[in-house]
């Protein structure tokens, strides 16, 4: 059962102080217990929130998210059926629709923001953690390279792209039949993935795991 309590906001140590990441609101840290949640008092945004195998489960959501990526990137996406004709697409010929005339540069806006940001923000994910979760030291670089994977996290826009493809759908049932592909269920089991990652790690236990395994 998990327990609820708040960060103290008196202040003893400034090496030792957490911002809150809504309010920012400084607060004194302090070691927090799997299955309890440290909140803010002010807005109760939680802080951290560690999970007993949480590093091996996000580990397990990062390798689920990179298989569904590929098999999003290579198989058929969509097909569409009208006057007699059919044609199928994957989501790289959707990449490259723009890349001709002065839409060229949307190819690579689209190919960074749906496939090579993830991408690269699941590997250092596996990069930083994997280690951790056998109990060994983090590799070299583990610092850079999560604040790297977090930095980028506004930018891996795939639940943004799959909104898109939806509304897409609506305008042009109407004017085709439209069969789907495996790889658009790809990439919706990829959004559902990257959420429950998201929301599952505790990004401060990680930071703080991080320091100690690399100091001890």
């Known amino acids: 059962m998990s327990a609820t309590s ?3 906001s008196r202040f003893d140590d400034i090496d ?3 911002a809150c990441p809504s309010c920012d609101m400084l607060l004194n840290d302090r070691n927090v217990a799997a299955n309890e949640i440290a909140a803010c008092p002010r807005c109760h945004t939680v802080i951290e929130a560690p999970r007993p195998l949480a590093m091996t489960r996000i580990i397990m959501m990062s390798f689920a998210a990179l298989i569904l990526l590929f098999a999003a990137l290579f198989f058929p996406f969509l097909e569409l059926h009208a006057v007699g ?7 790289l010929d959707t990449i490259a ?6 839409t ?8 960074a923001l749906i496939v090579f940001l993830p991408l690269i923000r699941f590997v250092a994910i596996v990069y930083v ?3 951790m979760a056998f109990g060994w030291e983090p590799l070299k670089h583990a610092i850079p390279v999560f604040r790297l994977a977090e930095a980028i996290r506004p930018w891996a826009m795939v639940e943004i792209f799959m909104v898109g493809v939806a509304v897409a759908l609506v ?20 959004v ?12 401060v236990t990680v930071w703080k795991t991080l320091e100690t395994r690399r100091l001890s």
Do not use: C, Y
Not at 85 to 91: A, I, K, N, S
């Open 6 to 8: 708040h960060p103290e």
């Open 129 to 131: 953690l994997a280690p």
């Open 192 to 203: 559902i993935v990257t959420v429950f990652k998201d929301n599952f790690m505790s990004r």
């Open 97 to 102: 629709a723009f890349s001709d005339g002065l």
């Open 16 to 18: 030792s102080l957490l």
């Open 171 to 190: 305008k042009v049932a109407g004017l085709a039949q439209v069969t789907i592909g495996p790889a658009f269920w790809a990439f919706v089991a990829l």
């Open 85 to 91: 004709m059919m044609r199928h697409t994957t989501l």
């Open 104 to 111: 060229a540069p949307l190819t690579l806006l689209m190919g």
